[in-house]
């Protein structure tokens, strides 16, 4: 008799003493004030107990008074894990040019000699050409249409025959987006559109200063960016006004050392970037005389191809600095939002997709929605970033 019993009492103390820690600590949690006032250490339980000992101890207190095993507890950073991942759905689209950026987005292309006295000269434009006077290195300016009669032809000129004048461009363009959808009537009269006016057409571009200055400004501030360009510009004439001060021609800049440059503030990659686009001017890879005749497409191509200017880049240099007018950035979350918008989407039901890509419209859609509004699609563009006010909610 007393062997079995002895027997039986071996059974059940053995496993209490394996798990005697744990039931200690789970005691010690239970009275934590009690355990405080004694002055008195625990030790924390591992976060992951060994399989076994998680077994055995349900087994103890199966059936018990006690609150759910320990053991479930990890179950916490699945809930930590889901706070964090849930403001990201609320998060507002990246900032994108709009309306109201319009005028940050033209200053770095223009050198702001327009006079504002004289009406600007009445000369041959075309959407498909560059309607802006190049100006080169030397000061020299140029439009596509050297000979100011409207009836110049294509084997003279190597252009297309001119469709309008600089002074009645905009009112043809306006004209064609009401005929091909009269709500444009409202929007027009609410919205003047000066971009595209004849005095905008005025605006003497440098595309060498143009296309540095774009380069310079960004993913940085407006503020941040003037500072660049004008220790940039100081860089090549040491005690003169930045503000006065003629832009460094290709020439200077590409002999110019990487480490000069980035005394202005250039990033090692920017500063390479510039001095590859004065490289390419050097060369004559690009040249004003490209830059005004060429067709949309090879102006497209050849920009694109320098390092340092990618598809949006270009597409804004093209429109707000040639003043080209059939140009649609189908990346632009401005212009998606306005075109879905203006075709009768819910924006405000739109939301990003995977991977936190936005997108408000697709591209091919993009572009089959604008086809009928070709060849004025910048001035389509323009106005649908005008559409429903759509600079206020991006902006956020």
């Known amino acids: 008799m007393s062997s079995r019993r002895s027997t039986r009492i071996a059974s059940v103390t053995a496993p209490i003493k394996v798990v005697q820690p744990t039931t200690a600590i789970n005691e010690s949690k239970k009275r934590p004030a009690s355990a405080q006032a004694r002055g008195t250490k625990t030790k924390k339980p591992k976060p992951e107990p060994d399989v076994n000992d998680q077994q055995q101890h349900a087994d103890l207190v199966n059936g018990a008074s006690q609150p759910e095993p320990e053991f479930k507890i990890p179950v916490t950073p699945i809930k930590k894990t889901a706070r964090r991942s849930a403001p990201s759905k609320a998060k507002h689209p990246p900032l994108t040019p709009t309306p109201s950026l319009v005028q940050l987005i033209r200053a770095p292309y223009s050198s702001g000699d327009i006079d504002d006295v004289t009406p600007p000269p009445d000369r041959p434009a075309q959407p498909h050409i560059t309607n802006a006077p190049l100006v080169t290195p030397g000061g020299t300016q140029h439009v596509a249409y050297e000979d100011a009669l409207p009836d110049s032809t294509p084997s003279k000129t190597v252009l297309p025959r001119p469709t309008a004048t600089s002074n009645t461009l905009l009112e043809k363009g306006c004209a064609h987006l009401i005929s091909v959808d009269p709500r444009f009537r409202a929007i027009i009269e609410q919205h003047p559109c000066h971009v595209f006016s004849a005095k905008g057409l005025a605006e003497v571009i440098d595309p060498f200063r143009s296309l540095s200055s ?118 632009d979350l401005g212009v998606q939002r306005g075109m879905a918008a203006f075709f009768g989407k819910d924006v405000k039901k739109l939301k990003a997709k995977g991977g936190g890509k936005w997108k408000y419209m697709s591209e091919q859609d993009m572009l089959e929605k604008s086809e009928p509004f070709a060849p004025y699609r910048s001035l389509f563009m323009w106005y649908m970033w005008r559409v429903e006010d759509v600079d206020v909610e991006v902006l956020g």
């Open 214 to 331: 774009g380069i310079m400004g960004q993913q940085v501030s407006g503020a941040a960016a003037r500072s660049i360009k004008n220790k940039f510009i100081a860089l090549f004439h040491e005690g003169e006004d930045p503000e006065n001060a003629k832009f460094p021609t290709p020439a200077q800049v590409a002999v110019t050392d990487i480490a000069r440059l980035r005394l202005a503030g250039l990033s090692q990659r920017k500063a390479e970037y510039i001095q590859g686009l004065a490289q390419k001017f050097v060369s004559g890879e690009l040249t004003n005389e490209m830059l005004m005749k060429a067709s949309d497409e090879e102006v497209m191509e050849k920009l694109i191809a320098v390092r340092g200017l990618g598809k949006w880049s270009v597409e804004m240099f093209a429109c707000f600095g040639l003043k080209r007018f059939d140009i649609l950035s189908t990346g």
